[in-house]
């Protein structure tokens, strides 16, 4: 996986409970992503960062916030899950190549929210 | 809105025969087009990175080829073996004005080989 850990890898939450999936590297890459999966949906991005510091809305934000306090670590907060946001999570990083970008992803946390 | 498809969603074949994974997509605008390996509780796996400017790539007993105008890209798997059961996923990386990147993903063909 690159490099790129994510904990815990499983959780089980009841509605209403809030909780952080924590994503880090160790590679020093400026830009991580979090997504989500679902059956019949492929992989979603919730939440991205460019830098240290910054950080973007992507496709399906509502529900979540993000922090990117410093550059080896991008965690996601659920304030109040829900059990639409049952998933598996994962956390990515861009790695910059000589002629290209390409993206590594973590393990994935699996989340079920009853 | 870009759409990326993957048909079929699941496949089965016999170990050894050789095979061909299909994805599509609407924008024909992208940057370049990523394959990856999903094995079942995993994360994902890149195999094959494909630039918008070239044709095919390959690693191994894996070809991937892209045709950007028509919007298509397919994965050949050689010679295939057990271990190379998994969910195969497309995805194509566009580059907006601003710099900004977005990854969209294919739905996943999930292959089974039979020994």
């Known amino acids: 996986n690159a490099g790129v850990t994510q904990t815990p890898k499983f959780q089980v939450l009841k509605t209403g409970q809030s909780m952080t999936l924590q994503c880090a590297q160790d590679?020093?890459?400026?830009?991580m992503y979090w997504y989500r999966q679902d059956p019949g949906m492929g992989l979603r991005l919730i939440y991205y960062?460019?830098?240290?510091?910054?950080?973007d809305k992507g496709e399906v934000p509502n529900g979540y916030n993000v922090s990117r306090l410093n550059k080896r670590e991008f965690s996601l907060r659920l304030e109040s899950a829900a059990p639409s946001q049952t998933s598996v999570y994962f956390c990515?990083?861009?790695?910059?190549?000589?002629?290209?970008?390409?993206?590594?992803f973590g393990p994935g946390t699996r989340l079920t929210v009853l | 809105k870009q759409e990326v498809t993957q048909i079929p969603a699941a496949l089965s074949v016999p170990e050894g025969e050789n095979l061909v994974l299909n994805c599509s997509f609407t924008?024909?605008?992208?940057?370049?087009l990523q394959w990856f390996r999903q094995d079942p509780g995993k994360g994902l796996t890149s195999l094959l990175l494909?630039?918008?400017?070239?044709r095919e790539q390959t690693s191994g007993r894996l070809n991937a080829s892209l045709d950007k105008s028509s919007g298509r890209s397919t994965l050949y798997i050689a010679a295939s073996q057990p271990g190379d059961s998994a969910t195969y996923l497309c995805?194509?990386?566009?580059?907006?004005?601003?710099?900004?990147?977005?990854?969209?993903f294919g739905t996943g063909t999930r292959l089974t080989i039979i020994p």
């Open positions: 990515a990083i861009k790695v910059r190549g000589a002629n290209t970008d390409t993206q590594y």
């Open positions: 924008d024909s605008a992208i940057y370049n």
């Open positions: 590679m020093n890459h400026n830009s």
């Open positions: 494909i630039q918008s400017s070239q």
């Open positions: 995805a194509v990386r566009r580059i907006s004005n601003f710099g900004n990147e977005k990854l969209t």
């Open positions: 960062s460019a830098s240290e510091g910054t950080t």
